[in-house]
């Protein structure tokens, strides 16, 4: 087998470094589930109430499949409708989160986008 090299505490306290840095940014916003997930949050709680020896994930993951398949788009539509609903709260969340970035650079938006260009340049 290999050796794998152990870091040295240089290494990993660049790390804590970095880590202290993005704890400070605040948490990244998880992204809204489909709708087929939304569907699947239900799904599960009651596949599990009516097969309650089912330990298998797979088992319920391909249930739930075959269950959207067959689901017409009007079945369907309370899903699409709450996905949507979470997938706009995500976005006016997501721009409140970029505009408090923005607000916090003391560079305006074109010497950054400046910067990124000469970046470019030099890369050949």
Not at 25 to 35: D, E, L, M, N, Q
Not at 64 to 71: H, L, Q, T
Not at 99 to 118: H, I, M, P, T
Request: zero cysteines; glycine letters at 8%; aromatic letters at 6%.
């Amino acid at each position: 087998m290999k050796e794998t090299k152990t870091r040295g505490a240089k290494a990993d306290s660049k790390l804590r470094v970095q880590k202290g840095k993005n704890a400070s940014k605040g948490a990244k916003i998880k992204r809204p589930p489909s709708a087929f997930f939304v569907f699947m949050e239900k799904f599960r709680v009651e596949y599990k109430e009516s097969h309650p020896n089912n330990k298998s994930v797979a088992v319920v993951g391909k249930a739930g499949g075959a269950k959207w398949k067959s689901m017409s788009e009007q079945e369907k539509a309370p899903y699409v409708e709450k996905a949507a609903k979470l997938k706009s709260d995500y976005e006016k969340l997501k721009a409140g989160q970029v505009e408090e970035e923005d607000a916090g650079s003391d560079k305006s938006k074109s010497e950054v986008e400046e910067e990124g260009d000469n970046e470019d340049e030099g890369e050949d």
